[in-house]
Each structure stands twice: as structure tokens, then as C-alpha cells.
């Protein structure tokens, strides 16, 4: 895997995403692998935002910095939650950005909880099953139309196993 970010920009996403999804009696964005997701999307697929990413992780903090003074890993959850409400509302003079770029960052910590596990996201299928997803079936029986579906979510990958 290309290395993308920096190990303090990778705390200041972690930081992120714990706040955007945190972990509450159910996983986070953390524990479902949202970071990681976001990582090898940046080296891969995300590579044309690489920059975008780099300059809002810098803003963050810089805004943090400003208005907490401290990094924004640093922070305790109150001040994270005011910095990050600064940049979804777009209230940071000193970066035009902020909006675009929580709105994009919201987006991926959101795919990286319940992507498709092959993607570096969604360990052990947590997103999934906090939803009730049953991800990748084979199909369904007739007992599950218009009814809550309770299989055990199934990764792509692992039909492929199945049939073997």
C-alpha cells in the first residue's frame, strides 16, 4: 500500500472521524476501519485529492491552533465538535475550503464504515451490521419480502469462497 499521510495527519483523521461517527455502545468510524479506508483510497482511487486532503488536515489544525490553542487531536470532544462545526458551516476565513472539504471528508468516513470490506473499510462487516445489511447474498427467500432481513452479513469476496 503507497503511504499517503503523514502519522500526524493520520491522528488529526482518526481525531475526525471518532467525531463524525463516534463509537457510542456500538463501533465507530474508527473501530470499522474508516481511517484505513480513507488511506488507501488516497493512494488509490482518491489520489486526485491527495492535495485537497492535505491542505484541510493543515486548515484544521491551523483553526484549532487559533481558536482552542491546541492541535486538533489535542482537543477535548467540545472543541472538536466547535471546530468541525466551523468548517461545516464554512466559517473559517482563513481556508474557503472548510465546507467543501468536511462535506467530502463526512462522505468518505460514511463509505469507509460501510463499504465493501475489500476496500479497507468495514472490519469484520461492522457498518453492516449496524444497519442490519446482509451485504453480498446469493438472494433472498420469499419469507424476507417486505420483512427485516436477519442473515449474517456476507462480504463479495466471500461468495466466491463459498462456492469453492
Known sequence: MKKTLTAFEERTLAAIAARIFPATNTPGAVEAGAVEYIVIALGEAYAPQLPFYR????????HARQKCSGGFASLNDYQKDDILADFESGNVPQWKKAAAFFKTLRDHVLEGVFCEPQYGGNKNMMGWRLVGFPGQQFGYTDAYIDKPVDLEPMAAGSMAEDEN
Open 55 to 62: 491542505s484541510g488536515l493543515r486548515a484544521i489544525n491551523r
